[in-house]
């Protein structure tokens, strides 16, 4: 089962998958995958880092301080930073974990075509996924799987709504 969750900034879809990480770690499944948390630097966000959650390992691959030909926003994208660990992590995760996380599916990280064609992959594998899908990409990625729309008014209902559901499956 596939569950994608996606919505408007600010809804919580970063929370969501890291409170579902907590609850499936409670239920002793091993997770493996990524997380893409922002970079603050005095309380103002100036990028992104990946996250392998199975090594830790992780980069800054999206800066106000980086020149790349890739950018979204004020964000410069380093391509190479974010394969260097997406692609281990993701291909880990595939082999070892009960479960794949995926935060996020959006334009920063498909600027990485080994991302998109690894993650297609995973999408059809027959393990759970629980992945964040920005907005924008929600009809390519929506037959792989179950689409939650989330609203920050919505979230608890949401949240025990994935989390009843995964109970079921493993």
């Not at 297609?120 to 629980?130: A, M, N, Q, R």
């Amino acid at each position: 089962m596939k569950f994608l969750i996606s919505g408007p900034p600010a809804s919580g879809k970063s929370t969501l998958v890291l409170k579902l990480i907590e609850f499936l770690k409670n239920k002793g499944k091993k997770i493996g995958g990524i997380v893409s948390p922002e970079v603050r630097e005095r309380g103002i966000r100036v990028g992104f880092k990946i996250v392998d959650l199975l090594s830790l390992k992780e980069k800054v691959f999206a800066s106000i301080n980086y020149k790349t030909k890739y950018k979204v926003g004020k964000y410069f994208v380093n391509v190479e930073y974010f394969e260097e660990i997406a692609i281990p992590a993701l291909e880990m995760a595939e082999k070892e974990c009960d479960v794949i996380v995926i935060d996020e599916i959006g334009k920063m990280e498909l600027f990485s075509e080994k991302f998109e064609k690894k993650i297609e992959c995973i999408l059809k594998c027959d393990k759970i996924v629980v992945a964040t899908v920005h907005r924008n990409y929600i009809e390519k990625y929506k037959n792989y799987g179950k689409v939650f729309w989330l609203e920050r008014e919505r979230w608890n209902e949401i949240y025990n709504l994935i989390a009843s559901q995964i109970q079921q499956l493993i």
